[in-house]
């Protein structure tokens, strides 16, 4: 199985069971992608696929064949910068233990660009699939907020 | 997880070619977010998988004149989307975009969505439990037990698992079809005979033979599209399976008199129920708060409950009641 992950070419021998989850946790160490539940619940194993946010523990890793996967760890500009929504989530606090960031970023990173931040209630309703045990969501939709207003505002 | 073999072919036609070949207990593996969620439970434990996930042909969405076509493939997230799909026909929205998370939605097909399997925790959370859908001929341990979330309508002796999805009820409710194929070869199936009730027999869920691909589903234009809803109520206010649901679409005529109109109901039954007898109430007159009333009162006039799950049958006449006054406003917009 072949693909790109965060840019690289990756080549791997995989066992057509294996999540896309377990492969970049497991095979190639990026553990910034966390397994919450494992059932599709949580959103804490948010990736993105060709762009588009999905759930890396639903996702059969042989299915990604030929495609580009991005994790948390390749979202940081080109010096190696937080990405903006990373910097709103420490201006916001929009965190506790942290565990669920990963997966709130990705997602929100996605949720911007999909155009659904109109207002706070849409942000709710699109984050709605990344859960936070530990209630951080007041600043976590501040954070989606202000980032997605500063890329309307051509920022 | 058990061990299976994996083929992804590129077209439709060499889908139809594997699956002639494939060994006895194969599936057709989508977004994989019902299917690859139980074989990892060992819940569904296919010897081999035909991945159609990427097939191009089948990631298609035609909003027509006549009829909008949604090849099974199509992305959840992406009907939802659609701006034809969310102003023409605000309910088939709703019923999408209400469903699951956006991570799921961009992951799950209409084709393998309309598939999905029940959430009874019983069936889903292991062998100490009784289930005949799982395991048949056990007995069934929500009959009687915690039944919280359990069919109030299509139920049998023998199983009572709600049917979980949203968007099968507004197609059902907007008279869709689904064009299938496979060895056997082509045919069309309507929405009103894809699903089945357990009866004594729950591990059959629908019509399809296994070796039977959904093509497309077909849903023919009508004007009821832009006085419909999909109100869904749940135990938090997103990402959660309904408690009740309605679907509905209308016309109001210009003297206040409905015209047409189509009722589903979402998360109440064991499969996705079409309301007929309630319909009726409503044909022909006025839709007031009390023909409303009394058009959610007939359609849960068969209900049957369980342990806890009574409340849902006075939840479910009001959900019908509220999404006739929403698809109402909508109809005389
Ligand atoms: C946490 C969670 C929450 C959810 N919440 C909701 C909700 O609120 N509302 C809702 O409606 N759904 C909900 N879902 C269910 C989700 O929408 C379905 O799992 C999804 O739509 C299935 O599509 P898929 O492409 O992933 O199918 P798969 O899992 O790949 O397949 C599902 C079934 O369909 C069959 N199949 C797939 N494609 C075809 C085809 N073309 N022809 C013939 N057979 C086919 C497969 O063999 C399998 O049996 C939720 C799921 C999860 C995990
Ligand atoms: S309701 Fe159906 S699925 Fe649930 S335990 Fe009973 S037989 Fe199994
Ligand atoms: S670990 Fe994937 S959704 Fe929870
Ligand atoms: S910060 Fe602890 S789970 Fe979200």
Redesign the pocket.
């Known amino acids: 199985m072949a693909c790109t992950v965060n840019g690289r070419d990756v080549s791997l021998d995989l066992d057509p069971r294996e999540s896309l989850l377990d492969m970049l946790r497991e095979q190639l160490a990026l553990t910034g992608t966390k397994k919450g539940c494992d059932?599709?619940?949580c959103g804490a194993c948010t990736v993105h696929v060709d762009g588009r946010r999905v759930?890396s523990c639903?996702t059969p890793a042989v299915q990604v064949a030929g495609q580009a996967v991005t994790t948390i760890e390749g979202v940081a500009g080109e010096d190696s910068g937080l990405h903006p929504l990373q910097q709103a989530f420490i201006d916001h606090d929009a965190l506790q233990c942290g565990y669920c960031t990963p997966g709130q970023i990705m997602s929100g990173i996605a949720c911007i660009a999909e155009g659904h931040c109109g207002s706070d209630d849409e942000i709710r309703e699109y984050m709605s699939?990344n859960i936070c045990r530990c209630a951080a969501y007041v600043g976590i939709v501040a954070a989606v907020r202000q980032t997605a207003d500063a890329v309307r505002n051509g920022a | 997880m058990r061990a299976f073999s994996y083929v992804a072919p590129d077209t439709v036609d060499a889908t139809v070619a594997a699956l002639r070949t494939a060994p006895p207990g194969t599936?057709?593996?989508?977004?994989?977010?019902?299917?690859?969620?139980?074989m990892k439970l060992e819940i569904?434990t296919p010897p081999a998988?035909v991945d159609?996930?990427r097939i191009a042909e089948?990631d298609t969405i035609d909003a027509g004149e006549r009829e909008l076509v949604f090849g099974?493939?199509a992305r959840?997230a992406d009907v939802a989307d659609h701006p034809v799909i969310r102003t023409a026909y605000p309910g088939l929205a709703e019923?999408?975009w209400?469903?699951?998370?956006q991570q799921?939605?961009n992951?799950?097909?209409?084709?393998?969505?309309?598939?999905?399997?029940t959430?009874c925790p019983y069936f889903r959370n292991g062998t100490e439990f009784p289930c005949n859908k799982r395991d048949p001929g056990s007995g069934c341990a929500a009959v009687g037990g915690h039944d919280r979330a359990h069919a109030l309508l299509g139920g049998s002796d023998a199983c009572i698992a709600t049917y979980?999805?949203?968007?099968?009820v507004m197609l059902l409710a907007f008279d869709a079809v689904v064009d299938?194929t496979g060895p056997a070869g082509e045919r069309t199936v309507p929405l009103a005979g894809l699903h089945v009730e357990p009866g004594d027999e729950p591990t059959r869920e629908h019509v399809?033979a296994p070796d039977?691909?959904?093509?497309r589903i077909r849903v023919p234009a009508t004007p009821a599209g832009r006085g419909s809803t999909y109100l869904?109520i749940?135990d938090r206010e997103s990402?959660?399976?309904?408690l009740a649901a309605a679907a509905v679409g209308l016309t109001v005529d210009a003297d206040g008199t409905v015209g047409d109109c189509r009722i589903g109901l979402g998360g109440v039954a064991t499969r996705p129920w079409r309301a007929t007898e309630a319909e009726q109430t409503l044909i022909g007159g006025p839709l007031t708060p009390q023909t409303a009333r009394r058009a959610g009162e007939a359609a849960f006039a068969g209900a049957r409950s369980g342990a806890e799950n009574g409340f849902r049958i006075e939840l479910g006449v009001r959900t019908v009641a509220d999404a006739l006054r929403i698809a109402g406003e909508r109809a005389t917009r």
């Open positions: 059932q599709g619940h759930l639903l699939g | 599936r057709i593996l989508a977004g994989g977010t019902t299917l690859y969620d139980l569904e998988v159609v996930h089948l099974a493939g959840m019923s999408l209400q469903a699951a998370s799921l939605r992951m799950a097909t209409v084709g393998g969505n309309l598939l999905q399997r959430r979980p999805g949203d968007f099968a299938v399809l039977e691909l959904i093509v869904k749940r990402y959660a399976f309904a």
